[in-house]
Each structure stands twice: as C-alpha cells, then as structure tokens.
C-alpha cells in the first residue's frame, strides 16, 4: 500500500527558507517520478516540482531557482528545498508518485508572511 508522509512546514517570513520531507512506503523514489504539488486557497493543485528516475528534475516557472527537489533512494525520502520564500508561496504541500495517481498524503501546511 502507497503511503505518503509529508513533514516539515511551518510560518516563515518572507525571504525566508523551508524544507519539506516526505517519507513514503510502498513506492521506490529510485525509479518512481516523485513529485511536489501544492494547493493555495480558493485555487487549483499545482505541480511544483518533479524528479524522475533518472535524476531530471522539472519546475514550475515560479519556483525555478529558488526551490529545489531531491531524494533519498536509501531512506526512500523526497525532499523540497525551498528558498527566498514569497507569500504567494503559501499553500498546502503535498508529495506525490505520479504512478499512483490516486495516492496523496495529507500534506503539510506553508506560510509565508510578508
């Protein structure tokens, strides 16, 4: 069974840094395309970041330079290293293997202060 764990939010001000993890069983970060996601208020889900087997990492316009995605194939972890934070950062972040399109953990709060 697919199991998603995110961790690792909080209130930061503006400017500021977070890093989210996200512990999952059932998966294998290794050769599965992991993602981030993220929903705000009132808008739609968003993909944030992705990384594939091979290491190739996509992002979206808004976060490119300043967010980075990585993983762990030991502790089979993924992580999302966000920099020079922005309110409009704030949202609920979620990890996701894009394989199991119906898995998604219960995701972790952001908020950005300005």
């Known amino acids: 069974q697919v199991q998603l764990v995110e961790s690792g939010g909080g209130l930061v001000q503006s400017g500021g840094s977070l890093r989210l993890s996200c512990a999952t069983s059932g998966v294998s970060v290794r050769i599965d395309t992991m993602a981030w996601y993220r929903q705000a208020p009132g808008k739609r889900r968003e993909m944030v970041a992705s990384i594939a087997a091979f290491g190739r990492t996509n992002y979206t316009d808004s976060v490119k330079g300043r967010f980075v995605i990585s993983r762990d194939n030991a502790k089979n972890m993924v992580y999302l290293q966000m920099n020079s934070l922005k309110p409009e950062d704030t949202a609920v972040y979620y990890c996701?293997?894009?394989?199991?399109?119906?898995?998604w953990g219960q995701g972790t709060q952001v908020t950005v202060s300005s």
């Open positions: 996701k293997a894009l394989r199991y399109s119906n898995y």
